[in-house]
């Protein structure tokens, strides 16, 4: 079964840089969210997107955008990354009205030097 | 917000033993709980997952109970294997459309040989 495809898997970037993380939900489905996971953390919830509009937000920096294209892939853009900004970047995808949970991509390592 | 405690945050036990990790929830408005599993460097990995209408559900090696009244939830595990060792996170779903996954800070469960 087709999964969440997430690209790339490891990112280097220096700080400062601006970094773009992409995500591919699984065919039909319509909401996509994203995750930040520092070294020992638990994953935080950043943001999701519903039918291509900003459902939800959590504790998404001011210095992060993301949005949802017409083929319900999602990209999440990173500005003057910061070191703390290190972390395991997570997608997941659901469908309809009603949540059957999701499963996550493979995730983006960022890695900011 | 939802909140999610977990506890507790380091757990050993025998292999063959059983495990139990113990979470609670603050949004009563929760109706869905999953539990993931994650190896290090990896995707959480949902494991298994209730819903609030139900008080119990178990899958092979692995149960969870649901005491939607007092909002706390527990996750069991018998016949411990080392394959087992891993970090496991509880979470509890929030939001508008009840789809947001907040996770619990996680637990990290060594299977003693």
């Known amino acids: 079964a087709a999964g969440v495809i997430q690209s790339p898997r490891h990112l280097i970037k220096e700080k400062r840089e601006t970094a773009t993380l992409k995500c591919y939900p699984i065919p039909r489905h319509d909401t996509v969210y994203w995750y930040q996971q520092g070294p020992g953390q638990d994953p935080q919830f950043l943001i999701s997107?519903?039918?291509?509009?900003?459902?939800d937000k959590g504790s998404i920096p001011d210095r992060f955008s993301a949005q949802q294209f017409s083929d319900y892939h999602s990209e999440l853009n990173m500005s003057s990354l910061e070191l703390g900004d290190s972390a395991l970047y997570f997608c997941?995808?659901?469908?309809?009205?009603?949540?059957?949970?999701?499963?996550f991509g493979s995730g983006t390592r960022l890695t900011v030097v | 917000g939802e909140n999610v405690e977990q506890h507790p945050s380091t757990l050993s036990v025998q292999e063959g033993d059983s495990a139990v990790i113990k979470c609670t929830y603050s949004d009563s408005a929760s109706n869905y709980f999953p539990w993931y599993k994650q190896e290090l460097g990896k995707r959480p990995q949902l494991i298994i997952d209730i819903r609030s209408n139900v008080g119990e559900k178990k899958d092979q090696r692995i149960a969870v109970t649901l005491n939607k009244t007092a909002k706390h939830f527990s996750l069991h595990i018998t016949e411990t294997q080392p394959e087992d060792s891993a970090v496991y996170f509880c979470a509890a779903t929030a939001g508008d459309r009840d789809d947001k996954i907040i996770f619990g800070k996680g637990t990290r469960l060594h299977i003693l040989p």
């Open positions: 997107f519903y039918e291509k509009m900003q459902s």
């Open positions: 997941a995808s659901s469908q309809g009205q009603i949540f059957y949970g999701y499963t």
